[in-house]
């Protein structure tokens, strides 16, 4: 073996020096007989005439090219066997050998343009100049650029109206919205994978993936109905190619790690703890003693921060025929985590076929996936500030081992990280085969019927157990825990669709009608036992082994979904378009009465660039188009229309007073819940410039759910214990324009391209049902009238810095005014007194922020030059507030946790009385409210998302090796960010729909250097 990778390593060198020494070789070459250097000129045209600016390259050497001058002539001296390249943006490039030619004239033809790109719209395709709806086409290229492990991460700042919000958790996925938050429960959209209606999260190797359109609006998505409200997400995996066989092999290694808090060492912590608890006993809030603080100085981020390595390697083998083709690969990718105690691996297979005899096609994808994730047990980045770093890691005077305080002398309720990750081990493997199979029979030329099963079979194992050991102070004693859990997934699919496909003269129809249906089931068996026994240096974990508490639990779900659909594209002479959809859904998710619905969509277009007398040169294409349609969401509980019965009452009949089992109904139902309505209206066009150098799409949307499903809440006294039911209640607007511009050209030898997206989001409450006007939740309101989940909060007015301030503290009445039942003091936070009733709390808060950017904005740039690439990718929103948790955390003087390091000139009021930052007392949140505004900072950010450079080698010095071709590169994730945020990401995670914008110390997306390489035999 090693000598094989001596014998691959030596290989690879040496390709490495020819293709750097690639100008000595031709100087070899040229020195040969057959090969003298000629001067070549010439001039490049089209059918109009001369064209300026067209690239001719000697090929294989792309250091020696020019460009045609304002008669479209060029001169060139070049070997005299060389081949010439000629090209022009939206012109097929054209090889012409000189074989000791002087002079070659060159006629290009107008090409293929990324207009006649096919798009896949659901149950078809069609070109994209023909689109008549909302439809996002994902650069997989620059989504592969991106590095991430999810289709979700890899797509942000790729589509406009698609916000994705990333996580650094091994083995975590992006959050994904379209257009915004129209419902209360449910806000993903719908994956459909090679045409099976399915997921594509941590278990799917993003390698895998061809293509992927994502549909905005009701035109392209109401073909699937009820469960379109949230759009659709289409992908389509690689599929082999006619030829021989080939094999890619991809490796990429990544080191990643975790932005930080600037927290205080010992030192710092002791002098500031010392200096609130000396506030604290002055004021009398506080009646015992300091601490006795220990000597240790733990950096509780060096000992739960690691630098992580990910390594991810793919092999893909395929191939094809005239009848056929295959695809196999392979994929293996593992995580070490950022984080202590969080990993991921990944195993991934797939076969992709299609073959062909006659008028029968067929084909099939399969895939399987094996995952293994390691949570963590505890919210690290809130215990790494709340930690004291006076606490040793371990501690033998306590159970288990480990250090989490003391009364006298670290006093505080913080969960040791180290301690709970090695105390508590969880895990959670999953086994997943998903795949389709396919037949399509050919009636006649204009006319297919195809018929379409999937599959979606999912095998989840879950074991935990905890050791005998405490990590936090006061924790109760627990004995060893174990449990096992096992949920068994299967979902179907099997579909029949008749395909019409005609022209008739200027006239041309397609169509497409069909009948589904797909059947879920959910099934989880588990168990949980305490007391395991101890066996030399380690816990006998079998459940049989736990000798107390035995505990069992089974459960099952399951719902089913049929479905009649049809489209009909009309379109005439290529200038006007008409595209007709309809849906008809049944679920038995609710009952008899409700559960059919119909969803119907009407778009059009027009080509104006086609009309005879449109004459604008400069526009290469321009086409209106505007639609409307409506979609549906049943997000709910398999059976929530009919009642939850338990079996678990005891009740005591009879003279002898007999327990006996029973029943009763624990959770009320709502039997006439219905399907969320989601109407749609789009209006946009497409257009093209300067021979589609330039090609922009602008859109403006508004959708307006109606029947928004949500939780009742109702009391407990009801005798309802099941969960609040759910009722139509809500209705909710979203609104917004998206803009996309993108530009690609070249000079001389240097292609280049540059592409905008920008997108702006209004969303609004138009009722909350039930007669509410408003909902409260954490520190936001969410009111009829205005955007889901403002932040309402006390608004503050600076500090109280000489005792005139505080004398003049009083109420429109002149009555004084009371901050927690206490008068302020100097250097206390002055607060707004909104009700005038002298006494500062809850019922004072006010709207202060909102969580919605007015807009997000994404720019990309790649450029390719002598074999070198380079790309970059930004992303960001701009004008959104976020409540700060984790500075709030790390300024708690009333409590004791570690704090983060102050800014110079921004001390404590002790310490600096010019500072904007109060006096610090222990026990006592007057200054440190969580419900304050002094928290709630700026959102917006600009980052670098991905940076990246690569190098192709030259063919010439590879072939002798049998390598079609190989690059390597080396990128950059998140190295930049411009904000003004001074938490660690802007861009974080809160599922939350009520509360989205509080950052409350989710994992930040890491830092990331990455180096690979891809290589084709």
């Known amino acids: 073996m090693k000598h094989k990778l001596r014998k691959f390593a030596k290989g690879l060198l040496i390709v490495v020096a020819m293709d750097f020494a690639g100008g000595g070789v031709q100087h070899l070459r040229a020195e040969a007989p057959q090969d003298v250097k000629i001067a070549v000129s010439g001039s490049v045209s089209d059918a109009d005439g001369p064209i300026i600016g067209a690239s001719v390259v000697e090929k294989g050497n792309s250091g020696n090219g020019t460009a045609t001058d304002v008669d479209g002539r060029y001169s060139l001296r070049v070997s005299s066997n060389a081949t010439l390249e000629v090209s022009y943006l939206g012109y097929t490039t054209q090889e012409v050998p000189v074989n000791g030619q002087t002079t070659i004239n060159v006629a290009l033809a107008e090409g293929a343009s990324d207009l006649d790109e096919v798009v896949v719209i659901g149950y078809g395709s069609v070109k994209k100049k023909d689109l008549t709806g909302a439809v996002s086409v994902i650069s997989t290229e620059n989504m592969a650029k991106a590095g991430a492990s999810t289709i979700a991460s890899s797509i942000q700042g790729l589509a406009t109206g698609v916000n994705v919000r990333n996580t650094g958790v091994a083995g975590g996925d992006g959050s994904i919205e379209i257009r915004g938050i129209g419902n209360l429960s449910n806000n993903n959209p719908l994956w459909v994978v090679d045409g099976m209606v399915t997921t594509a999260g941590s278990d799917f190797n993003s390698n895998d993936v061809e293509s992927i359109q994502i549909l905005k609006d009701a035109s392209a998505a109401a073909i699937y109905g009820s469960r379109a409200a949230n759009g659709v997400i289409i992908v389509t995996t690689k599929k082999g190619k006619k030829g021989p066989l080939t094999v890619d092999v991809s490796v990429r290694e990544s080191w990643e790690w975790s932005p930080r808090y600037d927290l205080m060492n010992a030192a710092e912590y002791k002098k500031y703890n010392d200096m609130a608890y000396d506030e604290g006993i002055k004021d009398g809030v506080w009646s015992g003693a300091k601490q006795a603080h220990w000597d240790n100085d733990t950096d509780w981020q060096d000992e739960t921060m690691q630098t992580a390595l990910v390594q991810d390697y793919n092999v893909t083998l395929s191939g094809g025929s005239e009848n056929g083709n295959y695809l196999v690969s392979g994929g293996y990718y593992n995580n070490d985590g950022i984080i202590y105690g969080n990993s991921f691996d990944r195993y991934t297979f797939r076969v992709n076929t299609e073959g ?69 081990a969880s895990h959670t493997t999953v086994y997943r085969l998903r795949g389709t199979v396919w037949g399509e029979l050919k009636l006649f030329d204009f006319l297919k019927y195809k018929i379409n099963g999937g ?18 102070l006061n924790q109760e004693y627990r004995d060893p825990t174990g449990s096992k859990q096992n949920i068994k997934e299967t979902n179907e699919l099997i579909e029949h669709t008749l395909d019409f496909n005609k022209d008739f003269g200027k006239h041309h129809v397609d169509a497409v009608a069909g009948l589904t249906y797909q059947h879920y089931y959910r099934e989880t068996v588990g168990g949980q036992r305490l007391k395991f026994p101890y066996l030399g240096s380690e816990y006998f974990t079998v459940l049989d082994a736990g000798q107390e508490n035995q505990t069992n639990w089974n459960s099952i779900g399951e719902s089913a979904l049929i479905s009649y659909l049809g489209r009909a594209n009309y379109t005439y002479d290529n200038k006007y378009y008409l595209t007709l959809t309809f849906r008809k859904d049944g679920t038995s998710k609710l009952s008899t009465d409700n559960r059919w619905e119909s969803y119907p969509s009407i778009s059009g277009a027009w080509r104006i660039s086609e009309e005879n007398f449109f004459n604008v040169d400069w526009i290469s294409d321009l086409k209106l188009r505007a639609n409307y349609g409506e979609l549906g969401n049943a997000a709910i509980g398999n059976w929530d229309y009919i009642g939850t019965v338990s079996p678990s009452i005891v009740a005591v009949f009879g003279t002898n007073q007999s327990l006996v089992n029973g029943a009763t109904q624990v959770k009320l139902n709502n039997g006439n819940i219905r399907w969320e309505r989601t109407a749609q209206t789009n209006i946009g066009f497409d257009a093209a410039f300067l021979s589609q150098r330039l090609a ?8 307006e759910t109606k029947d928004v499903l949500t939780q009742m809440q109702i009391s407990m006294t009801t005798g309802n214990q099941g ?31 540059v592409g905008a997206g920008l997108t702006t989001l209004s969303n609004k409450i138009n009722d909350l049902g039930y007669g509410k006007t408003e909902y409260y939740t954490g520190q936001t309101v969410s009111r009829v009238g205005h955007a889901l989940g403002e932040y309402y909060l006390l608004k503050t007015d600076g500090l109280f810095r000489t005792q005139t301030d505080i004398d003049n503290y009083v109420t429109s009445k002149g009555a004084p005014i009371y901050i927690e039942g206490k008068r302020p003091q100097l250097g206390d936070v002055r607060y707004i007194d909104t009700d005038d009733n002298g006494a500062i709390n809850p019922n004072d808060r006010q709207i202060v922020g909102n969580p919605w950017a007015d807009f997000t904005l994404s720019l990309n740039a790649s450029l390719e030059w002598n074999n070198f690439d380079f790309y970059m990718m930004w992303y960001g929103q701009i004008g959104n507030d976020v409540l700060n948790s984790g500075m709030r955390q790390g300024r708690l003087f009333a ?18 009385p010019n500072s904007d930052f109060p006096r610090i007392v222990y026990n006592d949140t007057r200054n440190t409210r969580g419900d304050m505004d002094r928290w709630l900072e700026d959102g917006s950010y ?76």
């Open 455 to 472: 599959v979606d079979y999912i095998f989840d194992y879950y074991d935990y157990f905890r050791k005998e050991g405490n990590w936090t």
């Open 723 to 753: 969960g609040n039911p759910y009722v139509n209640a809500a209705n909710i607007t979203n609104s917004g324009f998206e803009l996309s511009a993108n530009w690609k050209d070249y000079i001389s030898d240097v292609k280049y391209a």
């Open 356 to 424: 062909k005899k006659g008028r029968f096609s067929f084909g099939e994808t399969f895939n399987f996936a094996q995952t293994k994730q390691d949570r963590t047990q505890t919210s690290s980045y809130i215990d790494m500030i709340r930690m004291l770093p006076t606490i040793p890691v371990y501690d033998e005077r306590n159970l288990g081992g480990y250090g989490y305080g003391s009364e006298a002398n670290a006093r505080t309720f913080a969960t040791n990280p180290i301690a709970r990750e090695d105390i508590e």
């Open 696 to 703: 922009v799409t602008a859109e403006y949307y508004k959708s």
């Open 942 to 1017: 600009f980052k670098m998302k991905t940076i990246q450079v690569g190098y192709t080698f030259k063919k010439n010095a590879l072939s002798r090796f049998g390598i079609n071709s190989l690059r390597a590169y080396v990128s950059g994730n998140n190295l930049l960010t411009l904000t003004k945020y001074k938490g660690l990401d802007p861009d974080f995670q809160n599922s939350d729909i009520w509360d989205r914008g509080t950052d409350n110390m989710a994992f930040p997306n890491p830092y990331s250097i990455q180096c690979g390489l891809q290589v084709n035999f």
């Open 895 to 912: 409590d004791n946790s570690n704090y983060i390091r102050f800014e110079k000139g921004h001390e404590p009021y002790q310490e600096n």
